[in-house]
């Protein structure tokens, strides 16, 4: 059936170096896709979405990357601080959900001093 | 002014009580959403608002479960007979259009904080 999962649940990087955070997504018709960061006892936050006639798009120190031929779908974070510390769920929409978002497992981010 | 506001931040319940869960979106947002996330998991959609009427409810899990919005702003999420396996945090969030349908670039949902729901 239609699912949005990670590759990895658990990333951790040192600090000043870049972070890439992957999702594989299964439903062809996904048209629209997030990337929320949520901090501990906090609600998901928007960081930057992507719209499936574009492959790539940049936002303040972070990218993603769409690539629809094998249905992946990345975040890159660019100098990674101890503030990008979270947990990160990419999430997606299809047109013929309507608005409903689909979001994956989530990967946690530790950042190493 | 201020962001999606949920109380109570906290719900401690015993099993087969009645919980209510209120959602204040943000100001203007004409579409209102619900999400349960469970530990360890993404937020599942339960049901959307687009005004007063819930335009998609196919994510309630059965009919304990229920959701009103009758002046196309606060929300109440009902649940009755709680059970165990209800708990978890359920995740509010609005934004100023359902784009998508309409061809506009992003359907920014904006979040609450959540209120973590506990059936003892």
């Known amino acids: 059936g239609e699912s949005v999962g990670l590759h990895l649940p658990t990333l951790s990087v040192q600090e000043g170096d870049n972070s890439i955070i992957n999702c594989a997504y299964s439903n062809s018709a996904s048209d629209y896709f997030i990337w929320y960061k949520q901090e501990s006892g906090k609600g998901p936050q928007f960081i930057i979405d992507?719209?499936?006639?574009?492959d790539k798009r940049q936002g303040q120190r972070v990218t993603v990357l769409l690539n629809k031929t094998v249905k992946h779908l990345s975040l890159q974070i660019a100098a990674t601080q101890p503030g990008d510390s979270a947990v990160y769920f990419c999430?997606?929409?299809?047109?013929?959900?309507?608005?409903?978002?689909?979001f994956g497992k989530g990967t946690r981010l530790h950042i190493l001093p | 002014g201020a962001g999606v506001s949920q109380t109570p931040s906290n719900k401690v319940t015993e099993k087969g009580k009645y919980v209510e869960l209120r959602c204040d979106p943000i100001?203007?947002?004409?579409?209102l959403y619900w999400y349960r996330q469970s530990l360890g998991q993404g937020p599942e959609f339960l049901i959307y608002?687009?005004?007063?009427?819930?335009?998609?409810d196919s994510g309630l899990p059965n009919d304990r479960f229920f959701a009103v919005r009758p002046e196309g702003s606060v929300s109440t999420l009902k649940i009755q007979r709680t059970e165990r396996g209800d708990s978890a945090v359920y995740l509010c969030?609005?934004?100023?259009?359902?784009?998508?349908?309409?061809?506009?670039?992003?359907?920014?949902?904006?979040f609450g904080p959540g209120t973590r729901l506990t059936v003892l």
């Open positions: 608002f687009q005004g007063t009427g819930a335009a998609d």
């Open positions: 969030a609005s934004s100023l259009v359902i784009g998508l349908l309409a061809g506009l670039l992003t359907n920014e949902q904006f």
């Open positions: 100001s203007g947002h004409t579409a």
């Open positions: 999430a997606e929409n299809a047109l013929n959900r309507d608005d409903k978002i689909i």
């Open positions: 992507i719209r499936s006639n574009m």
